[in-house]
Each structure stands twice: as structure tokens, then as C-alpha cells.
């Protein structure tokens, strides 16, 4: 039987553009200075991770983490960075490998990556990818990718590039390696890749009870068992936001997550959302809003439902002021963090 491995306390964000203020939309610049504040604010009250989401559209300021995680390394001394997450089927594994190998000789080993295929389709088109080979890009340059992080040496063939015969990619990873997680938003299909590259898998839960995804959770465990391998490492990602009560959260993330919400149901045939279908998500389903009592007690229960390693909360929500997300920030590193560990002893470091 393994031990339980201790819980990992992560943030993420993809940069929403906030309203100022003055209550007019901040500037992507200025959101992006926001998001370094922030990352500084989270290693300061003892965050074991921040992500910063990858997008191209304009309700969302990171479209190229890299350049950000930069800043925030040179700002940070202790906490763990990475995406969350990046579009690989629209990268390139080799320079994505560069950059995150250059990001670790910068922290001293502190960057990690999540791959996915990604929620939005902006960057198919953006980066002159067909869509009709959505699933080929993925697997071939994933395929790649986990080469690139095990092997100093790399020969490899397929559809998506020019082949490479015995290649050395620079700079090289250190002693550390890389982490690299794969992003899963709810097939069996991603599952079962994650155990045939024997990466850790996140499970991006947006909406709808956490208890859902326990068959998927059960069917890593079993393919990690047919293979004779421990499991790897298992977090979730999910949307949250920590104030001072539970009236106050509520009444801070509504008109946000309403208008981000609705902004992509339109785009995606959705019917609005209501402020009752919000109190059901908050109350039962995936959306970690509250006290910080209320938040812990949530995470404890998903934790325990999913045998979980890292909770990820996305602590952005549409326009929700700066300000506002400093002190979430605050209030889950200092105060949600110790009450779940000390409501999950066998979690703890």
C-alpha cells in the first residue's frame, strides 16, 4: 500500500481582464503586472504552485505565460510555477521544451507544465493549424514532449514535423527534471494517455459534483495497476474565491462569473446562467466560493472523495477587481491551507 503523498496548495488564473476602479476594464498590460503581484502576494503566505492559463481572445490577458513565469521567478523564492494550461497540438514541443528548460536553470528547478488540448480553439486557426487534426497533434507532439523531458538524446517520427535522428535539445534539464502533468477534462481517452506516458494527471472540474469523476480516478488507479506502476501524482482544478464570509464571496464573484459565463454560452450555445444555478454550484457542485472555513471544509470533502495530492483552485472570476484576489489570495494561503491540513493529518508535509 503507498503512502499518502502530502497535499500541494495551487492557484491558477488565466489573466481575466478585470474592471478598475473607476469600473472601466483594465488593460491587458496592466492585468498581466496584476497576475506577477499576485503570483509574489501567493509565495509570500506559503502557495506551494501558481498556474497561468495560456488563451488568445480578449476577456483574457495570457496568451504567452513564459515571459510572465520569468518575472515571477526572478520575484519569488519558493513557490512552484508553471502553465495551466498550455495548448500543446497548437506549440512546439522543442520549443516548448527550451523554454521551460531555460525557466528551471532560472528558479533553480521551481517550473513545472500541464499539457492539454485546451477548452478554447483560438489558437488552431491563430497559429495555422486545422482543426480536422486535433487529435493527431496532440498525441504525436505529447509523444515528443515526453521524450524530450526522459532522454538527453532524442530520435523521433511522425506527421506533425521533420523527423529527428539522435538530437540533443539545449539548454539540457538539470538534476531535477521537469514535472509535467497532463490536463484532463473528463474522457477515459485522456486517462489511459496519462498512464501510457506515466505522467500526473489533473482533472479540470469546471461544474457539476467532484464525486462525478471517480471513475476516472478509479480507471488511472486500475491502468497504473496493470502495469505495475505506482500511481503518479492526481490534483484537480477548479474555480473558487475566498472572503471573509460567505455572504461576501457570493455577492463579490456573482456578477463576474455571471458575465464570463454567459459571454461563452453565447459563443458556445449555452442558455444564461442564474443566480440559483451559481448558489447550486457553490453549495453542492465544483465552485469553491466562502469563508475560509466554508472553502476549507470543500476541499477537504473533494480531497477525500478523489484521493487527491494538489488542489488547484482558479482564484480568478471574470472581472473580479485585483484588489479583491489579493486578499483571496491571502486568506487561502494563510488561513484555508492549515485548515485542511489539520482536518487531514495523513496530508500534511
Known amino acids: 500500500m503507498t503512502m499518502a ?58 496568451s504567452s505565460p513564459e515571459p510572465i513565469l520569468g518575472a515571477i521567478a526572478a520575484r519569488t523564492s519558493r513557490i512552484r510555477f508553471g502553465t495551466a494550461v498550455t495548448v500543446l497540438s497548437s506549440d512546439d514541443p522543442i520549443r516548448l521544451f527550451q523554454r521551460f528548460s531555460t525557466l528551471n536553470a532560472l528558479s533553480g528547478g521551481r517550473a513545472e507544465v500541464i499539457l492539454g488540448r485546451g477548452s478554447f480553439t483560438e489558437s488552431f486557426p491563430l497559429f495555422g493549424f486545422d482543426l480536422s487534426d486535433y487529435e493527431m497533434l496532440f498525441e504525436e507532439k505529447l509523444d515528443l514532449f515526453a521524450k524530450l523531458i526522459r532522454n538527453a538524446e532524442v530520435s523521433w517520427q511522425g506527421k506533425s514535423r521533420a523527423p529527428l535522428r539522435k538530437t ?34 489533473i482533472l479540470a472540474i469546471i461544474g457539476g459534483a467532484p464525486s462525478r469523476f471517480r471513475p476516472f480516478v478509479d480507471l488511472y488507479q486500475r491502468a497504473y495497476d496493470q502495469i505495475g506502476k505506482a500511481p503518479q501524482p492526481l ?40 443566480r440559483e444555478n451559481f448558489e447550486r454550484e457553490a453549495d ?35 472581472t473580479l477587481a485585483h484588489e479583491k484576489l489579493l486578499r483571496s489570495i ?20
Open 330 to 349: 491571502e486568506l487561502y494561503g494563510t488561513r484555508v491551507a492549515p485548515m485542511v491540513r489539520d482536518m487531514l493529518p495523513d496530508k500534511a508535509p
Open 5 to 62: 503523498q502530502p497535499l500541494e496548495f495551487a492557484l491558477d488564473t488565466f489573466g481575466d481582464v478585470t474592471i478598475g476602479a473607476d469600473g472601466q476594464r483594465l488593460s491587458q498590460a496592466q492585468v498581466i503586472r496584476n497576475v506577477v503581484a499576485e503570483a509574489v502576494l501567493a509565495d509570500q503566505v506559503g502557495v506551494d504552485y501558481i498556474g497561468l492559463g495560456e488563451h488568445h481572445r480578449d476577456d483574457f490577458a495570457i
Open 235 to 274: 490534483g484537480v482544478h477548479s474555480p473558487g474565491y475566498v472572503a471573509d464570509s460567505d455572504t461576501q464571496a457570493r455577492e463579490d464573484v456573482w456578477p463576474g462569473y455571471r458575465a464570463l459565463h454567459d459571454r461563452i454560452g453565447r459563443e458556445r450555445g449555452w442558455p444564461p446562467t442564474s
Open 168 to 201: 540533443r535539445v539545449w539548454p539540457p534539464l538539470g538534476p531535477e527534471g521537469l514535472k509535467v502533468w497532463i490536463g484532463v477534462g473528463g474522457s477515459p481517452e485522456s486517462v489511459i494517455r496519462a498512464v501510457h506516458h506515466d505522467l500526473p494527471m
Open 284 to 318: 453542492h457542485g465544483s465552485l469553491y466560493v466562502g469563508s475560509p472555513e466554508t472553502v476549507a471544509r470543500k476541499i477537504v470533502k473533494t480531497v477525500k472523495t478523489l484521493g487527491l495530492s494538489r488542489f488547484e483552485m482558479k482564484y480568478s472570476s471574470g
